[in-house]
């Protein structure tokens, strides 16, 4: 059983416009979510984070909103640039668990095109 | 500059042999990772130490060891009865109580 979902493979969008990138736990416990950016044959970098006390954490171009009714958590990208193209991971952590423990998603490739 | 360095970056290897992967760090964080991540999936935690000397089982653990001699060092091997170790590797740390890991940029391990 997947306990962090991100059900689009991918997404293409235009250079400027908005790209919004989403994720989706089942597990009740978790509290802490972080979003990863990847590029080829290159590790994973730390973009941004939330904790489940708030529903919007924001980082100039970068926001994250979560709806923990839903179990539901989106990254937005506005204006989105060619730069920005890369695979994107949801993780998830709850509490007392250290970030090493997350549970990571299998991704989404992000495409902007110029 | 502070960081995580990962080596070899390709490795090539015969059925049978044992490969070992090396990760060291300078950030002064006492936790390291070892994470897995196949084509199209999400990285799966292989094993993990959050003190020298002492390490732990992750998710996939099976095939793989590690020991933690040193704070900054947290090498991989990758053991003959590991099935399937094709794989890109991952190495990480982080501090005990931030959120965020910080990544190694991979080692790319190919049997033949």
């Known amino acids: 059983d997947q306990q962090v979902k991100q059900n689009s493979p991918s997404l293409s969008v235009q250079e400027g416009r908005i790209s919004i990138l989403n994720c989706d736990y089942t597990n009740s416990m978790f509290d802490y979510f972080l979003w990863y950016k990847k590029y080829p044959a290159e590790g994973p970098t730390f973009l941004i984070s939330i904790s489940s006390i708030k529903d919007k954490n924001e980082d100039g171009r970068f926001t994250v909103f979560l709806n923990k009714s839903a179990k539901h958590l989106s990254l937005h990208i506005v204006p989105s640039q060619p730069g920005d193209s890369a695979v994107y991971f949801c993780?998830?952590?709850?509490?007392?668990?250290?970030?090493?423990?997350?549970?990571f998603g299998d991704g989404t490739t992000l495409t902007v095109k110029p | 500059d502070g960081g995580i360095t990962q080596s070899p970056k390709y490795l090539f290897r015969k059925e049978g042999q044992n490969v070992t992967l090396s990760c060291e760090q300078n950030?002064?964080?006492?936790?390291m990772y070892w994470y897995r991540q196949d084509p199209g999936q999400g990285l799966r935690l292989i094993y993990y130490s959050q003190i020298v000397n002492d390490f732990q089982k992750g998710d996939i653990a099976e095939g793989y060891s590690v020991s933690r001699e040193k704070k900054e060092s947290f090498p991989l091997t990758v053991t003959s009865a590991q099935k399937n170790p094709t794989a890109f590797y991952l190495c990480a740390s982080s501090m005990r109580i931030t959120g965020e890991l910080f990544f190694g940029e991979g080692s790319r391990l190919t049997v033949l």
């Open positions: 993780a998830a952590s709850g509490i007392n668990t250290n970030a090493g423990k997350s549970t």
């Open positions: 950030l002064n964080h006492d936790a």
